[in-house]
């Protein structure tokens, strides 16, 4: 190879690539990582990963599997795949077949490929999950930002897609939908969804269902939108989020039997790529996806605790003088601090990166700026992820207490504190 600087290598460096950032939550995870081990105190409501421990039984199955050594098929463990499918069967009445899954090192990689087979538009309603974007623009394709409304809980309607689709009603396109959000933790009625679902059918879109946090649906009633538009729904999920196993890296794909022709092309590409998951994992994975009521306890007292611990933030802030919409699932709050652009502005504070770094420097507290997730860089929304606390020691004791209470201010006082001091700051900081 020849010697080349630094500057000569950049010229060769796709442009796709270039300038583009690390991953915003990864980043403030890092940075957050960094301050603590400077001394320094920080609450970590930045990155969105699960405060919860991975079940014990599918710890148990991994611990089982270890030994499983051998390269597995492209598409996945068969035994996995059947497990995912009877598990759309089991929790929302979806017909796919093992031959309709696809499982890959995460979801996040497995949207990476279909948007390389896949030549069409991504159509993204902001605010969205930080990845999104940017991985069409690493693979050159374009972007349709699709603004929703604070009024409407930032959740896309059927009007907003229908007013893009309209203007050119032949255009192949991937709309990306995710409920619970991520950033707002919000998601669909199913009269929603029956209107999101006409929209698509009407334009053959290719819906890509972004469902990796619909097991934290508070109530237990998550809807997929393959209910309504089985077959042009794509559903991603794994078990990074309501499995707390994000480091595990395990996604899943479910396909429409009309849309098998497109898990091909990406399986092609995935034999190219990462070849096939990690053996024990997807082993260990078989006893995720074929539940059971172990694995029901858990996400019922996760539930509990994220569902109660959200009343709690949405209360302060609000009370803060916040816009804040209530979240229905996840453990992410999407707070809007126009109201007080007067006040912050005083303080020299005009956009929502500012805001965020100024918190971080006076509170400790670290959050991600609105604009991370699509939204327009003066406004003064930011995601917070109320995950700093120890989830295997919530979960114990939320078993203790009866499952119709109400999990109370003194057990998220005791075991959720330093999400609450977090908010406390905030909003004292607001007022001082």
């Known amino acids: 190879m020849t010697d080349m600087t630094k500057a000569e290598h950049q010229i060769h460096l796709n442009l796709n690539v270039r300038g583009?950032?690390?991953?915003?939550?990864?980043?403030i995870n890092e940075q957050s990582n960094r301050l603590l081990e400077e001394g320094k105190q920080v609450f970590k409501l930045g990155l969105g990963q699960s405060p919860?421990?991975?079940p014990a039984p599918i710890v148990r199955e991994l611990q089982a599997n270890a030994h499983?050594?051998?390269?597995?098929?492209?598409?996945?463990?068969p035994a996995l795949c059947a497990a995912v499918a009877g598990y759309y069967r089991r929790t929302q009445g979806l017909s796919f077949r093992k031959q309709d899954i696809l499982i890959g090192p995460g979801s996040k990689e497995l949207m990476f490929i279909l948007q390389l087979v896949y030549y069409g538009d991504l159509v993204i309603p902001t605010p969205s999950w930080v990845s999104y974007a940017p991985q069409a623009h690493i693979i050159g394709r374009q972007v349709h930002w699709l603004p929703t409304e604070a009024r409407n809980n930032w959740l896309l309607t059927a009007d907003?897609?229908?007013?893009?689709?309209?203007?050119?009603?032949?255009?192949?396109?991937?709309v990306i939908l995710n409920y619970p959000n991520n950033p707002t933790g919000c998601?669909?009625?199913?009269?929603?969804?029956?209107?999101?679902?006409?929209?698509?059918?009407?334009?053959?879109?290719?819906?890509?269902?972004?469902?990796?946090?619909?097991?934290?649906?508070?109530?237990?009633?998550?809807?997929?939108?393959?209910?309504?538009?089985?077959?042009?729904?794509?559903?991603?999920?794994?078990?990074s989020k309501w499995a707390g196993a994000g480091g595990w890296r395990l996604g899943t794909f479910a396909f429409p039997g009309e849309l098998n022709w497109l898990l091909d092309a990406m399986a092609v590409v995935a034999s190219e790529t990462f070849t096939a998951t990690s053996a024990p994992i997807q082993y260990a994975a078989v006893r995720a996806f074929n539940g059971g009521t172990e694995l029901e306890r858990y996400l019922l007292h996760s539930r509990r605790i994220l569902r109660s611990l959200a009343?709690?933030?949405?209360?302060s802030l609000t009370q803060a003088g916040l816009n804040v919409a209530r979240p229905d699932g996840a453990f992410y709050m999407f707070p809007d601090f126009e109201p007080l652009r007067p006040q912050l502005a005083a303080r020299g504070i005009h956009n929502a990166a500012q805001l965020c770094q100024r918190l971080l420097d006076e509170t400790g507290v670290a959050m991600l700026p609105g604009s991370c997730f699509g939204r327009p860089e003066q406004e003064l929304t930011v995601r917070l992820a109320f995950v700093d606390f120890d989830g295997a020691r919530s979960l114990a004791a939320a078993e203790q207490i009866p499952a119709d209470q109400e999990l109370n201010d003194d057990f998220l006082r005791q075991y959720c504190d330093k999400v609450l001091t977090a908010i406390e700051r905030v909003c004292d900081w607001l007022q001082g």
Do not use: M
């Not at 950032?21 to 980043?27: F, I, K, N, Q």
């Open 20 to 27: 583009l950032p690390v991953s915003a939550t990864l980043e």
């Open 52 to 54: 919860f421990p991975v």
């Open 68 to 77: 499983q050594k051998d390269y597995l098929p492209v598409k996945g463990l």
């Open 160 to 174: 907003e897609l229908e007013k893009l689709c309209a203007k050119d009603p032949t255009k192949p396109r991937i």
């Open 187 to 239: 998601s669909y009625s199913s009269e929603q969804l029956q209107e999101l679902a006409a929209t698509a059918r009407k334009y053959k879109i290719i819906l890509l269902s972004d469902e990796i946090y619909g097991e934290l649906n508070y109530k237990g009633e998550h809807q997929s939108i393959a209910r309504y538009y089985p077959e042009g729904t794509i559903i991603a999920s794994g078990l």
């Open 311 to 315: 009343g709690r933030i949405w209360q």
